[in-house]
């Protein structure tokens, strides 16, 4: 294969090439099962992008910078804590920037870095898919129910 590409005359090591050979080598360690071992660090990543709030912030903040409050008011039903125990965790993986501003009373704007654009928009991708069959989905909620609820 070749490693570089020429742009300009000027050979440059071919990223578009690394880049899909990184994605199938990780896509490869998946399928081996890596992040169903129990001590898989991925697995906590996992855990806070696709948590009941994770995958909402992540959705709010692809608008653009938000306050907490503004987040807050956004996402129905999510506590104070729960919201800032959110942020946390998707700002401690690099998914989300946090940045105090020196005015009384205090203001801290969020924003997604890029990796967490990334991210991102595959978790509203499947937030949007979710949607979208929702009445498939309710459907067969209910066609389950009925079925557990008949004697045999």
């Known amino acids: 294969m070749n490693e570089f590409a020429a742009s300009s005359g000027v050979l440059q090591p071919d990223l578009s090439q690394q880049s899909a ?8 360690f998946v399928r081996q099962g890596r992040v169903l071992a129990a001590d898989c660090p991925s697995r906590v990543v996992l855990n806070h992008v696709c948590s009941r709030w994770g995958v909402l912030v992540l959705v709010v903040l692809r608008s653009g910078m938000h306050r907490f ?14 919201l800032a125990q959110t942020l946390q965790h998707l700002e401690h993986d690099g998914f989300v920037s946090r940045k105090s501003l020196p005015v009384v009373p205090p203001h801290v704007q969020y924003r997604l870095t890029p990796m967490g654009e990334e991210v991102a928009l595959q978790v509203e991708t499947l ?6 069959n929702l ?3 309710m459907q ?10 008949t004697p045999e």
Do not use: D, F, H, Y
């Open 21 to 28: 050979e990184t994605a199938e080598s990780m896509l490869a």
């Open 69 to 82: 409050s503004e987040i807050r008011r956004k996402i129905g039903g999510v506590s104070e804590k729960m």
């Open 127 to 132: 937030a949007t898919w979710i949607e979208t």
């Open 135 to 137: 009445p498939s989905i």
């Open 140 to 149: 067969a909620r209910e066609a389950s129910n009925a079925a557990q609820n």
